[in-house]
């Protein structure tokens, strides 16, 4: 089933996905790998406000190329998702903290993750791993950049105008649903019965 | 008489951006048949999204992924190249002047001083050289940028020698599984048998280079080579690991002589995207470029 949503997600359009669906996601799209979410959960430790508003927005696991035009205004060159198992060890804590609508990335997320998706109800979804320009041809403007010195062009925060940026697969729902570890059982399952016939 | 050092820089610099742009075109084909023989929805979606990114990455000259890699240089040098050292010195600028002009992702990170912001590592290691002693006045570059994603499932194992070549295809096998959804699926596999530690990976990577479908001249390597792609797409890890699709595109052995206490294997995965491209130059400095 495919569905178009716009930030900021209301939750009950979060509740009507379902692992293995399609999502097409227009609005405010922000990229942070692991330093900024380091950095963002700091400052919530701290008491301090992250410079964006996470609220029902799109959290995008990339790390991208960013050319300045000749305005001197920043545009996309590739920017495709980063292998999103490496932030499980403080996703949840993210969404806890500042609550997106929806996760994308690729590769999946783990146990942590789903859990926090269920209880705080946001979705994680997959963006063809690689697809760089196709995901730069969805982003229709560069609104913000923050952290950039601090942090560099792959790690800092940018802020994205998107329209129907996707096709976006849900491997993790508000239900408890994980398809990705789905798929790994399969793998597991079959290299057994591989190693077997060997 | 041309400037055989500027050739060099120039030929490799339009190496790296042919590497990130364009396919090598057995990996496009591979990349549409897959597309057209997969059934289902999501498997086909996620492989009509790489080629619709393939195609736009042709079209607009620009890097097919993001991660524009960790680059390789594989250099063939005669002995009559009138270049030696200075081949190395003309591949760092051309690195240096291809992060700025493709435009490259800066990958190049100092573990004290941070990313060097030009694909040029302060140590002399970054770009790596695999360099090769030929006869002739030749000099062949392959260029080879390799992702963090699919760099990071590689794997080495120094397997008993007792176990054999079975041993050798359970590693690959446990390898691959692993890798599942990980590193962008559909994956090209090379694997490095013997050598030593160090050597097996160093061919397990060389042997992404060799053309997808050209098996190993050695009847024997080709059967092993065939029968792996078989089972490992058996793991049914599908297209981005959704379990639909192909799961693996073809695998290429190389094999070395082994210690007779050690069987060292090394596997080297590629994401779909498997960026490589060369040239051969000549004496007087022409160019001759590898079929893509």
Redesign the interface.
Known sequence: MEHYLTTPIPQEDLKKVKI?D?VYLSGTVVTARDEAHLKALEMYEKGEEPPVNFKGIGLFH????M?KDENDKWTV????P??S?RMEIFQDEFIKAFHPGMIIG???MGARTTKACQEETCIYG?F???????A??RIKEVKDVFWLEEL???ECLWVYEVEKFG?L?V?IDTYGGN??EE??K???A??V???KE? | MKDIAQVIEDTATRLLKIAATELPSEVREALLKGERETEGA?GK??LH??N??VN??ET?I???????GIVAFFIKVGDKFPLKSEIKTALIKATKRATAAV????NAVDMFK??TKNNVGLRGYVPWFYFDLVEGDRCEIIAMPK?G?SS?VGKMKMIPPGKGI?GV??FV??AL?AA?????PPYTVGVGVGGGEDMCMNLAKKALLRPLYKYHEDPSIAQIEKELLE?LN?????A????EGPSVLDVHMEFAARHPASLPVGVVIS???LRHAGATIDKEGNVEWHPH
Do not use: F, H
Not at chain 1, 77 to 80: C, I, N, Q
Not at chain 2, 103 to 106: G, K, N, T, V, Y
Not at chain 2, 240 to 243: H, K, S
């Open positions: 293995g399609i990339c790390g991208p190329v050319q060159v590739a920017a495709g980063t292998t198992a690729k590769g999946g997959y063809t791993g690689g697809a760089a320009l196709l730069a041809d560099g062009m792959p096709p697969t491997t398809l990705t798929s790994k399969n793998i597991e079959k290299k019965e591989i190693l060997l | 999501l979606s996620q999204a790489i619709e990114n736009i990455a607009q620009k890097p097919m992924c993001q991660d524009t435009p490259l992702r800066p941070g990313n992702g994603g990071n079975k295809k359970e096998v446990e599984a599942g959804p990980l590193a962008c089972i058996k793991l049914e890890i599908g981005m690991g959704l379990g994401c779909w995207a």
